[in-house]
Structures are given as structure tokens and as C-alpha cells.
């Protein structure tokens, strides 16, 4: 089918969905992609990202928006250490003096930015929320958003998250809690107003892990402090302890009671943070997750691996599955094959590339959090890559 004729929706503008339609664009293939939010910003938390080379920066490659990335990108913090509950190193590493390695890292906001910008005008139609999908024969699916608009497709693409709304036509699989809960705060221009914390964090990366908790540190390129209390418990752990979430006192209260016995240093992370306190319970798909192969539709993003966000690089996975669908539908384009082909091999590198990534993540956050634990493990560093917001 020619591609003027092949009708391609992604819902969700999201990394993923959003470089697969920059790839589909450049090479002629129309698409339009469908956001439940209102506008660029929207609900997108602005916390930085850190994208690996061999995944999320090749994307944005082959996107054509390596230059544009490397201008609004910062050089991501090299330092790491690894303490328990006590303050006690246990583990740092630190660059070589001289050292040429290069780590960005991109605010969020900025990426999709960047991406929404690369994009025909007109694209991305912002405030559309699928409500619902109608199979309407030979792999043509009509979606029913709820502003009333509807539109038939010959491909839908699911890059809508977490809770996807085109998962179930492929899957009966839904997002189940991990057991563990990140809760966010922050501690603002760190070296002048809480230089205690910024040499305990240091130039990048701080865990304290001990007894199934953990209090997890990163210092972006501005000089800001993001603080992770992390622990295992009930999904709504704060209703059992009789607190708010939006209580910011009462939350904080609670978060130092569980810390308590920890070093002050430590318990300080959350005592002295500017902010408020955002409630992350994790959530994840099972593992592996796959789903027949069905005409008309595919997943990508956390939409086809949700996973926990301890060393689960959820942002450069989805970049990569964006750009490798789009890669394979530009094939089909260019030399008139079936689209079906194309996201059927796709799918059949997304399967055990994604099962891997999960299979390591919950591993990780395991490790981490084990309640028995003697002592921390230092192979997370090998993988320290946080990403609490997902893609």
C-alpha cells in the first residue's frame, strides 16, 4: 500500500512515539500522533535524563537531531558512591583527572521540545485522549477519542505509557505494584545553601542502601539535588501511616521516622529539601511481556516493557523502539513491501531485547532493597542509570 494511502497513528507524545514519527517524517511517510496533553509542556516532569550512546543518543542520530541534542545537553555528573545507613563508603567512583568521557544529560521537557519541533507542524494533535479502539477488518482500527473525534487507521501505535490505552488490544497484561515506593523531593543551588549535601552526593551519583530502604541522591547540571526515599511497603503506605500525600510536613515526618537510625547526614536529604513530596509507587509489566502479533497494531515504550526504574533505562529503550519501528516501516516504504512484515520484525527484536532489560532491572531493585541484605552490592554502578519518571 503506498505510504499516501497507509494511514499511521502513534498515541502518545512521548520520546518514543515522538522520534518514530521524526524518523517516519524524514523519510516521507505520514503520520500523526495523538496526546492527551494540552500542549509541549504538559504533564512532563522537567527532571534531566541521561541518554546512553548505544541506545536513546543513536536514536536521536538517526533522527537527524544529534547537533541540536549536543546544544541543549549538559555533561552529566561522573561520580558515584555507594554508602550504607551508617554514611560509611562503601564504594566511589570518580573520572580519571583529565578524562575525556562524556555523559549528557537533557532536561525533559527539553527533549520533547526538541522532538515536537522537529515535527511538520500539524502533527502532533495535542488534547486527545483515546478512549477507545474499534477493529474495523484488515487490520484497520477506528479510535474514539473523547472529544468525539474519531479516525480509521491501518496502523496504531501504542506509545501511551504506562497504563496504554492500546495495550489491551494486544495484551491482557496490566501493570502490577513491585512492592517498592520512591518518593521524590529536592534540595535546590546545593554548594551555597546545603553544602553538607552536596558533599555527601558529590558530582553525580549517591545511594545509601541498607535493610530494604534506600536514599538515592543525583546532582544535575544546575546544581540541584534529586532525593529519593525508597522503600518497601504497601501501595498506599501513607493512608497506613495516617498521612496526606500532599501534606508536605506530615510526609516528611514519616519519611524520617523510616529513616530513623540512619546518619543525620543521610536523614538530612529529606529534613532540609525545598520541595514538596511526589509519591512514585513502581509499577511493571510481567516479564517477559509479549502478545501475538496482530495486523494494524504494536506497542512500544512502556507501553510494550514497563519496568522498574532502578537501573531500567526506560527513556533509551523507548527512543531505540521508536527509532527501530520507524526504521523498519521506511524499508517497507521504500521498496513497496507489506508494513505488516515490518512490524512483525520489529517486534521480533523487541521481544528478548526488552525481556533482558527488565529481567536486569528487577534484579537490580532486588539487590538493592533486599531486606537481608549484608551490605549493598556494587554492580549497580555498572548500570547507575535513575530514571523514576520512566519515558
Known sequence: MPASTFHIAIIGAGPGGLVCARVLQRHGVPVTVYERDLGPVGSVPDGPLELRAATG???????????????????????????????????????????????????????????????APGTVRWGRYLRTLHPRGGGRHQAVFDDGETATFDLVIGADGSWSRVRPGLSDATPHYSGVTFVETGLDDVDARHPDAAQLVGRGTMMALSGGKGLIARRDAHGRVRVYA???????????????????????SALLAAFDGWHDRLRALLGDSDDGFVNRPLFALPVPHTWPHALGLTLLGDA??????????????????GCELARHLVEAHTWQTDPDHAVRAYE?????????????????????????APRPTHRLFRRRHLHPHGS
Open 57 to 119: 543518543r543513536a536514536a536521536l542520530r538517526a533522527a537527524g537531531l544529534e547537533q541540536e541534542f549536543r546544544a541543549l545537553a549538559h555533561p552529566a555528573g561522573l561520580e558515584a558512591r555507594l554508602l550504607d545507613h551508617t554514611g560509611a563508603v562503601l564504594h566511589c567512583e570518580a573520572p580519571e583527572p583529565g578524562t575525556t568521557q562524556e555523559r549528557p544529560e537533557i532536561a525533559r521537557r527539553a527533549l520533547r521540545r526538541l522532538l515536537v519541533d522537529s515535527l
Open 348 to 372: 521480533a527484536d523487541l521481544f528478548p531485547r526488552s525481556a533482558a532489560a527488565a529481567q536486569t532491572a528487577a534484579a537490580d531493585l532486588d539487590a538493592a532493597l533486599a531486606p537481608d
Open 230 to 252: 525508597a522503600f518497601r511497603g504497601a501501595e498506599d503506605w501513607a493512608r497506613t501511616a495516617g498521612v496526606r500525600t500532599t501534606d508536605t510536613e506530615a510526609v516528611r
Open 304 to 321: 510494550a516493557h514497563l519496568m522498574t526504574p532502578l537501573s531500567g533505562p526506560g527513556a533509551d529503550l523507548a527512543l531505540q523502539d
